[in-house]
């Protein structure tokens, strides 16, 4: 099983980034996926989770409006579309696949929002 996020990095406030989660070695389009992110000194927290067929979706407040999730269940992978990024989102994201009592996390992909 493997999780594998990328498209982290450096952008200035208020750019855009587009991080990426390939998965591979489970039956991807049972999972519900999810996005967490992990702040300096701060909790881990759920940024955005998306069902299994993409129909649904659900955001934390700090990124509604900013943040889409979406997958593609033909190509095993799901996105995090982050828009007028803010200093405050700086963190470690990290992709989190979820199917009845099956849980796998990828290794995090860091993105650092500053001038």
């Avoid at 982290?8 to 039956?27: D, E, I, K, N, W």
């Avoid at 991807?28 to 998306?50: C, D, H, T």
Wanted: proline content about 3%.
């Amino acid at each position: 099983v493997q999780l594998v996020e990328s498209g982290g990095g450096l952008v200035q406030p208020g750019g855009s980034l587009r991080l990426s989660c390939a998965a591979s070695g489970f039956t991807f389009s049972s999972y519900a996926m999810s996005w967490y992110r992990q702040a300096p000194g701060k909790e881990r927290e759920l940024v955005a989770n998306i069902n299994s067929a993409g129909s649904s979706t659900n955001y934390a407040d700090s990124v509604k409006g900013r943040f889409t999730i979406s997958r593609d269940n033909a190509k095993n992978t799901v996105y995090l579309q982050m828009n007028s990024l803010k200093p405050e989102d700086t963190a470690v994201y990290y992709c989190n696949a979820r199917f009845m009592y099956k849980e796998h996390w990828g290794q995090g992909t860091r993105v650092t929002v500053s001038s």
